[in-house]
């Protein structure tokens, strides 16, 4: 069978290429560790400014000296156990982990490489992968990246992150180290933070890594790294505002989901220090964490409660003082009151359910002043889900509403009489979501316009039915599965039927 010794080559080869590629990062990382014991060689351009060496040594030495910076921030986060895989992970502080590990970093760090977790990683993406692609257009950007969506050579959609040349962290260690090729390699820093991070922080609600392509293999740019994502859609806010409640909701579930796994990750409790709308993405309507370089598991070392103090713009909280020296659940509540304030405010109230609101109030006022934890916050939410899910928010509604309707199964309409509401699921019509034909009646028997309702079967995230309302129609059409209900007092004299 030729076409499979051909494909075996292939993966040989491609396996082979991955290898040397997270060998090549791993070398360099190991490189500037060792640096860091007194060996003063980089790996750095030293053509970056032709003919002005002497000059430019103090400014090559400072971007150095940030490099190994950056540097000395991943290494912990390749070496970090599982601190809920052990009892005492709990007492110990990520900085002690650092310094217990630092005079035999490099061993680590090199069996990890050869012997470790990376082998599981064989099968991501790598610059092989990138072979051929096509650009579709630019995603998003910030002061760091670049997002491009891309599709690969087998049609596959992806997304690709790379370092953002027009970028102000780029411009800025331009303009003051002069060395656009070392300036990339520092930026790309960020992306090799990240990668690291994607793969300790897996979760439905962290953006998944597919793979990614290091800077000097498969012809990359000079210095770059090209991070290989799952493809997104950039958090619209002004969009998601006129969204109904239901896919509100489901942003700030999933973030409070989100938010509970940082509390207890891998890394101990991680904090995310740029907590904006524009660091999340949307897939199929799930919310995902995207943008990871600040995010954070240092523990915040005090003396006194007053060394604890959480501030924001119009409030500030003070946590308290453990007796290990660190001010205890910071990282947790900086990230609650930061979904509160960028989230929940905004997409949570508006338009709730009215068997709900009391337990959305709940929430408002618990993250608001951050008297809950993200174990209480989460209880809550999923009780707020299960009620919705099951309708017994909708406990008091009759079911003989629906007796005043004609119901017609295992039919259509066609040549509908639409009207608008808010929020509808579809912008010609009024559709809505609803738990059942009782609630779709209640709802009719509110809209004046509404003389007839159908369901067709069609189910929202929660399971919910989508309802579409109308004034009328002119014809029933047969399909097997929709339900059409007709007002019965309307029946005569009207546009229906
Ligand atoms: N996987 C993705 N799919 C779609 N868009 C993305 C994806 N990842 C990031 N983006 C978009 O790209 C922008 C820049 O990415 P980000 O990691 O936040 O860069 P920076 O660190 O420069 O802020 C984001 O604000 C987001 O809109
Ligand atoms: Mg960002």
């Not at 990890?112 to 790598?126: N, Q, V």
């Not at 959305?360 to 618990?366: E, F, K, L, P, Q």
Request: hydrophobic share 35%.
């Amino acid at each position: 069978m030729p076409g499979m010794g051909h494909g075996r080559a292939k993966s040989l080869r491609a396996a082979a290429l991955l290898a040397f590629v997270v060998l090549s990062i791993l070398v360099s990382l190991l490189i500037s560790s060792l640096q860091q014991f007194g060996a003063r060689k980089t790996h750095f351009s030293t053509d970056a400014i032709p003919g002005d060496v002497e000059d430019s040594e103090p400014l090559r030495g400072a971007l150095i000296s940030q490099l190994q910076q950056r540097r000395r921030e991943i290494i912990p986060l390749l070496l970090t156990h599982n601190h809920n895989d052990n009892d005492d992970g709990e007492n110990r502080q990520p900085e002690e982990d650092l310094q217990s590990l630092d005079p035999m970093l490099d061993y680590s760090l090199w069996d990890e490489i050869t012997l470790g977790s990376r082998k599981a990683h064989l099968d991501e993406m790598d610059c092989e992968s990138l072979v051929d692609m096509r650009a579709v257009e630019v995603l998003g950007s910030g002061y760091t990246k670049v997002v491009v969506k891309v599709n690969l050579s087998g049609g596959q959609p992806v997304a690709l992150k790379l370092v953002n040349e027009q970028g102000i962290d780029m411009g800025k260690c331009v303009e003051d180290f002069k060395d656009p090729k070392g300036c990339r390699e520092l930026v790309s820093s960020k992306l090799q933070k990240e990668i690291v991070l994607l793969q300790r922080l897996k979760h439905p609600n962290v953006i998944k890594l597919r793979g990614h392509c290091a800077a000097g293999a498969g012809g990359q740019r000079g210095g770059g790294v090209t991070v290989i994502l799952e493809q997104g859609n950039p958090l619209q806010m002004i969009q998601l505002l006129q969204s109904p409640w239901e896919d509100r909701f489901r942003v700030c579930l999933d973030l409070v989901r989100l938010l509970h796994f940082l509390s207890r990750s891998p890394l101990g409790s991680v904090a995310l220090l740029d907590f904006q709308p524009r660091q999340f993405v949307t897939v199929s309507g799930a919310l995902k964490l995207t943008d990871l370089d600040d995010a954070s598991a240092a523990e915040t070392p005090c003396r006194t409660d007053a060394d604890c103090v959480l501030q924001f713009p119009h409030r500030n909280f003070t946590v308290p003082c453990s007796a290990r020296g660190v001010c205890e659940g910071l990282n947790e509540k900086r990230n609650i009151y930061n979904a509160y304030r960028y989230f929940f405010t905004y997409l949570l109230p508006h338009q709730a359910p009215p068997g709900l609101t009391h337990l959305v109030d709940h929430i408002m006022n618990s993250t608001g002043d951050l008297k809950a934890d993200i174990n209480q916050t989460l209880e809550v939410f999923e009780r707020i889900l299960l009620l919705y899910k099951s309708g017994l928010h909708l406990d008091n509604l009759p079911a003989s509403l629906t007796e005043d309707y004609t119901v017609m199964r295992g039919m259509g309409t066609s040549g509908s009489v639409e009207y608008r509401c808010w929020p509808s699921y579809s912008q010609q019509g009024c559709v809505l979501s609803v738990h059942s034909a009782t609630e779709a009646a209640h709802i009719c028997n509110s809209h004046s316009q509404c003389n007839s309702f159908s369901l067709t079967g069609q189910k929202t995230w929660t399971g919910r039915l989508l309802a579409s309302f109308r004034s009328g129609f002119s014809h029933l059409v047969p399909d097997g599965v929709s339900e059409v209900y007709v007002k019965k007092i309307n029946v005569p004299g009207n546009s229906m039927v």
